[in-house]
């Protein structure tokens, strides 16, 4: 499933430069992630690499993209086109 950034967020901008899809923006508040582009970083880690370096721990599952292992790796080839 994709992630999402809770509101908790301190826009400390070190999960973005982070993101091999450039799922993560700036966003209006806080930083946002963009569900069609996260993969749960399938296709490049075993882990997500923003929850691995933010320091609050404010990324959680977006229940509202649900997703499988197969599914997310199908969305990665789509994103990466390899
Ligand atoms: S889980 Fe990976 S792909 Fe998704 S937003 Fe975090 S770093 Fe990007
Ligand atoms: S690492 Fe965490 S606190 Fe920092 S900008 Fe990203 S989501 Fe927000």
Redesign the pocket.
Known sequence: MALL?TDA???????LPECPNTAITEGKK??EIEPLRCTECVGFYDNPT?IA????N??IPNPQYIESKEELLVKFKALNIV
Request: with cysteine; hydrophobic share 40%.
């Open positions: 950034i967020c301190i826009n400390c901008d070190m999960c806080v930083y923003c370096v933010c320091p609050i404010c990324i």
